[in-house]
């Protein structure tokens, strides 16, 4: 009878793994907590930029004189109580002195600004978000730290047991307490009956006691810098350059030609790029605290060698895999990004390390993850992450593996890509998962061209190369704007205020330049000819169904055309070309159509 390898060391890896899941679980739950506070403040200072646009004649952009106008008026004393109540919300000691030291600044004036008011109003939400972001993260790497240096002590603690000449005695749970049966801890281990490590020394009879991580040590863990900076000083890094941004919005260089929907749309964007750096420093900085623990209790046990255990999937950066399966001193072990010995070794790192008591710890075996096929397959202990991708190699081409490897990287642009693809074409017309819609795209390249040409066809998507002389374009425009005249101008123009929350006013003044008026034009005095590209989409707004930003911007350009036109009287070439350099329409959807066919093609 063949003798079975133990399996100590993979049950090990297998409980360090799991850790570090329920570690980025948690870390999920960390992550959209603060993610509330950032949306929370988005909506704040989104809305009190609508109240400056509310107090202009312009919604569709200000020219210069205006926005200095709008911005130099004085703020009333009863709204600065507002910027009181938000540094109250403020509990970091810290982050309160700085909120205290803005209002301060502010008190020596007689009077201040708009543009003071919602630079500071800037400032001062982006401490409230530091706060949360603070607190939620401060907590939860206090549990993580406790967590992991009490994991790291279990497996020293029983992997010194196990290696021992001589056995222990430990109490053993016989389904309702511990203290009902007393035997060696390697016969216990043969039965499989379940081993702890306890503190009271009510429950056990060994010299391997137990012991919590001191308050002092968790705090070293939590301050310690690493790559020049810890935690708490990048979140105030991160937040403070969030309302730096926020408050060059507010100049009269940056608002001077922005409409009410840019301006929001460049604060979500600056939030949007904000929520991503903290999700970043949440999960990194996790891995982080949890390896120090675990580092903290190896030294504690007398552990003397660690074994860097690499996730083996196809997203495991280059610098992992090359990591996989080296063994390195726990007194060298450096956090030097890719040039350290110990994790993490780059943002998002998954890469563990785990407790090695020498090469028994290499017997035994290891459970992987075939990619292809969705099932589990089984590797020496010893393999690492090339062997495994050799094993994978034997089984399948280099084009499968590569493939593959673009359905994972590319997972996030892919569920975008369909979600589009639903939104512009329905359901009906585009796979019902991303799965299927992947392995469409991946696995069969010729059935995936015949949809995109039908899609193509579906849409209406006339194109230089399906219409060179644009006639089916042309035709096209003029049979819309022919319907468009003949329905009822009121209902129109209430259908697309609605889909689009523009004024009334403001869509009758697009429906009556584009549609109705007449100007100077290269043919004499008429009104504008059909275009294509606009008819499509008005066709949109109309609908209210699969609105495209570009959709919006010739609104916006319709309507500051029309004033340049009407109220300053210049001519159609003047108007339109110091329209174009601020709302450019055509630049917008040269912009959308090319990020279209980059998506599609994956690049």
């Known amino acids: 009878m063949k003798e079975k390898q133990p399996e100590e060391n993979s049950y090990w890896i297998n409980r360090g793994i799991k850790q570090e899941k329920k570690i980025n679980d948690a870390a999920q739950q960390v992550e959209q907590k603060v993610i509330q506070a950032y949306r929370q403040a988005q909506a704040y200072l989104t809305r009190k930029a609508r109240k400056l646009f509310d107090r202009t004649k312009q919604r569709t952009g200000m020219d210069a004189e205006e926005t200095k106008r709008v911005l130099n008026e004085f703020v009333p004393v009863d709204e600065l109580v507002e910027l009181r109540k938000l540094a109250a919300d403020i509990t970091d000691p810290d982050l309160q002195e700085s909120a205290k030291k803005r209002l301060t600044a502010l008190a020596f004036k007689d009077r201040i600004t708009r543009a003071e008011d919602l630079k500071a109003k800037s400032f001062l939400v982006s401490k409230q978000i530091a706060n949360v972001q603070l607190d939620k993260s401060t907590e939860f790497y206090i549990d993580v730290i406790h967590d992991s240096y009490r994991e790291a002590t279990v497996e020293a603690v029983v992997q010194q047991i196990e290696q021992a000449k001589s056995d222990s005695i430990i109490n053993v749970w016989d389904g309702q307490k511990y203290d009902s049966k007393i035997e060696n801890f390697k016969q216990a281990k043969e039965r499989g009956v379940p ?226 693809y639903r939104k512009d074409y329905g359901a009906d017309a585009t796979p019902n998962s991303v799965e299927a819609f992947q392995d469409l795209k991946y696995n069969r390249p010729n059935e995936w061209a015949i949809v995109r040409k039908n899609l193509r066809k579906q849409s209406g998507a006339l194109t230089d190369a399906n219409d060179p002389f644009e006639i089916k374009r042309n035709l096209h425009a003029e049979q819309y704007y022919s319907q468009v005249k003949k329905r009822d101008k009121e209902i129109e123009i209430a259908t697309i205020a609605k889909n689009t929350n523009f004024s009334k006013k403001a869509i009758r003044n697009v429906y009556e330049h584009m549609f109705e008026n007449e100007y100077e034009l290269y043919a004499g005095r008429k009104s504008f000819d059909p275009d294509f590209d606009m008819s499509l989409s008005w066709q949109r707004l109309r609908e209210g169904k699969s609105i495209k930003p570009h959709d919006l911007l010739m609104l916006e350009h319709e309507m500051y055309e029309s004033m340049l036109m009407q109220n300053e009287k210049l001519d159609y070439t003047e108007a339109h070309k110091r329209t174009t350099e601020i709302y450019d329409y055509k630049a917008a959807i040269d912009k959308y159509t090319m990020e279209l066919m980059k998506d599609e093609r994956n690049i």
């Open 195 to 420: 081993i702890e490590v306890w503190n009271d020394k009510n429950y056990r009879d060994t010299n391997y006691e137990f012991k919590e991580l001191s308050t002092k040590y968790t705090k070293n863990i939590l301050d310690s810098h690493w790559h020049g900076s810890n935690y708490s000083k990048r979140i105030w890094k991160d937040t403070e350059t969030l309302a730096k941004r926020l408050e060059e919005l507010f100049t009269v260089e940056s608002m001077t030609g922005m409409s009410e929907f840019e301006m929001a749309k460049t604060i979500a964007k600056e939030f949007d790029r904000s929520i991503g750096v903290a999700q970043r420093l949440i999960r990194t900085e996790a891995n982080y605290m949890a390896n120090q623990a675990k580092l903290k209790a190896w030294r504690d046990r007398g552990v003397e060698k660690y074994i860097l255990v690499a996730v083996l999937d196809l997203r495991t950066s280059k610098i992992c895999q090359t990591k996989d399966g080296k063994i390195y001193l726990v007194a060298d072990a450096v956090v030097n990004g890719a040039e350290g010995t110990y994790p993490p070794f780059h943002p998002w790192c998954r890469t563990i390390a785990v407790a090695f008591l020498g090469k028994r710890s290499l017997r035994g075996k290891r459970t992987a993850n075939d990619p292809i096929s969705g099932k589990t397959m089984t590797i020496q202990q010893r393999e690492t992450y090339n062997d495994w991708m050799n094993k994978l190699k034997e089984k399948y081409s280099d084009d499968e593996i590569e493939k593959q490897k673009k359905r994972i990287l590319n997972l996030k642009k892919d569920t975008q890509l369909l979600k589009r």
